[in-house]
C-alpha cells in the first residue's frame, strides 16, 4: 500500500504505536511528537513485521478538570 508522510496508528511486533512516520526508498523513520521518546528507523529487509492500521487526521485535547 502506498504510505506518504503523516501521523499513523501502526503495529510493530505486535506493539501498537501512534507516530509521525517518514518515508524514504529504503526505510522508514518514526518519530514521536513527545520529545522523552527518540526517533527509530525500521530498513528494508528488517525483521520487524510492520502494519498500518490508519492514517491519524484529527487530534484532541483532553485536560484534567
Known amino acids: 500500500s502506498y504510505i506518504r508522510d503523516g501521523v499513523y496508528a501502526v503495529l510493530i511486533d505486535s506493539e501498537l504505536y501512534i507516530k509521525r512516520v517518514q518515508k524514504t526508498p529504503r526505510k522508514l523513520t518514526f518519530i514521536s511528537?513527545?520529545?522523552?521518546?527518540?526517533?527509530?528507523?525500521?530498513?528494508?529487509?528488517?525483521?520487524?513485521?510492520?502494519?498500518?492500521?490508519g492514517r491519524v487526521i484529527k487530534g484532541m485535547c483532553i485536560k484534567d478538570i
Open 33 to 53: 511528537t513527545n520529545p522523552a521518546y527518540s526517533p527509530f528507523e525500521i530498513r528494508d529487509g528488517d525483521p520487524e513485521t510492520v502494519r498500518f492500521i
